[in-house]
């Protein structure tokens, strides 16, 4: 067997998670992803999946998808600079590109693999990153990676980060970055106010729209729809299609020379296998049906609505959210684990997050909401909130 000369610091550091409430624990799920689930082998109606759309198994999706495999197989075999760059590929970034009105997109195999190696390929020692406080694991990672230096600024707070800007002066690079959506407060980012600021200080901008792509917008174009920003201003946008999309990896989009420099020196995209050709095929159908289908984000704004609505009138401490990320801050770390067990109890799958995913005495609820959910299942999972925090109490 394997193991660590200090392997006991481990199971000490293990038992010490697991007394706090904080040890993480992996779920099986068998089927499809949706909103009615099979967890641990339990029937359960989740409100914790980011398939915000409802397209994880759609039909037209799956059909690409398996055409796809049936023409060229599963893998990639290689990289995408050698043999794994397929036309399926190039067609998806030439169709996002359009969709996004920027000069060019790069694919990557995941979300964090985009950031941290959007991050780390423009920025080195000597240049500057400033980071929204509540921005993505994977951001902050990019930056640590890089070299540059990192300076942070209070959340959403745009004068923290016009003082910031100009501590930094002495760094001739500076890239602002931040969520356009954030993970776990499910908030928008101020981009109009951010890319002024980029503007007036000769900053750079990028934006992580994972949990807005598809979403936000009258399209589905996420943040810089959202806000409505001016072609000659749009940041560096990375967006993952895991979420609203239903499918798996994630794109940047930027003018051309921030793009073909990533293909030069983005470490996660020279030196990792392409994903799979039929991924980005059934990726294609997924953009189709975002930009034809808007019903689907009206019918979730009103889901929004309804459980906002209901959570209010119940006097539930939700924060101000108008995504499909709804969070309902508890505090204590055990009572949340404990709600969230009644919840499941009856049937009910919400995401139960402590620190430190979030800040020291934040423990909250994290509860998604799906296109396919009814407004009957809202009405359920309000009643069993209800239920559930009272014995809590």
Not at 108 to 137: C, E, F, P, T, W
Not at 260 to 282: E, M, W
Not at 298 to 307: D, G, T
């Amino acid at each position: 067997m394997s193991s660590v000369p200090w392997s006991t610091a481990l199971a000490a550091t293990l038992a010490d998670k697991q007394t706090a409430g904080r040890y993480r624990r992996v779920r099986l799920r068998s089927g499809e992803q949706g909103v009615h689930i099979v967890l641990d082998g339990k029937a359960m109606l989740s409100f914790c999946s980011n398939d915000y759309l409802g397209l994880a198994a759609h039909p037209d999706i799956k059909k690409a998808f398996v055409a796809a495999v049936d023409k060229v197989g599963v893998g990639s075999g290689a990289a995408h600079l050698l043999s794994g760059h397929h036309t399926y590929h190039q067609q998806l970034e030439e169709a996002l590109a359009d969709f996004m009105g920027q000069q060019a997109v790069l694919l990557y195999s995941s979300g964090y693999q985009a950031n941290v190696g959007v991050i780390d390929g423009l920025m080195s020692r000597g240049d500057a990153i400033l980071q929204d406080k509540l921005n993505h694991a994977s951001l902050l990672d990019g930056g640590r990676l890089s070299d540059a230096s990192q300076w942070r600024y209070q959340h959403a707070d745009m004068a923290a980060l016009k003082r910031r800007l100009l501590q930094a002066t002495m760094h001739e690079r500076r890239l602002i970055v931040s969520d356009g959506v954030f993970s776990m407060d499910g908030d928008i980012a101020p981009l109009n106010e951010l890319t002024a600021l980029a503007s007036d200080h000769q900053a750079a901008l990028m934006v992580d729209d994972a949990h807005g792509f598809g979403i936000i917008g009258e399209h589905g174009r996420g943040s810089v729809e959202h806000w409505n920003i001016a072609s000659d201003r749009l940041p560096i946008v990375m967006a993952t299609f895991g979420k609203a999309m239903g499918t798996a990896g994630a794109f940047v989009a930027a003018d051309r020379d921030v793009i073909d420099t990533l293909i030069q020196q983005s470490r996660t995209f020279v030196y990792t296998t392409a994903q799979p050709a039929s991924i980005a095929a059934a990726t294609l159908a997924s953009l189709r049906l975002v930009q034809t289908e808007s019903w689907r984000r009206e019918r979730l704004q009103a889901l929004i609505q309804q459980f906002r609505h209901g959570a209010i009138e119940l006097g539930l401490r939700l924060l101000a959210s108008t995504t499909a990320i709804q969070p309902l801050v508890i505090g204590d770390d055990q009572q949340a684990l404990a709600i969230g067990q009644a919840l499941e109890a009856k049937g009910i799958l919400v995401g139960v997050v402590r620190p430190p995913t979030v800040p020291e005495g934040s423990a909250r609820l994290r509860i998604t909401l799906s296109v396919d959910h009814t407004e009957q299942e809202i009405q359920q999972l309000l009643d069993a909130l209800e239920a559930a925090i009272c014995t809590s109490l």
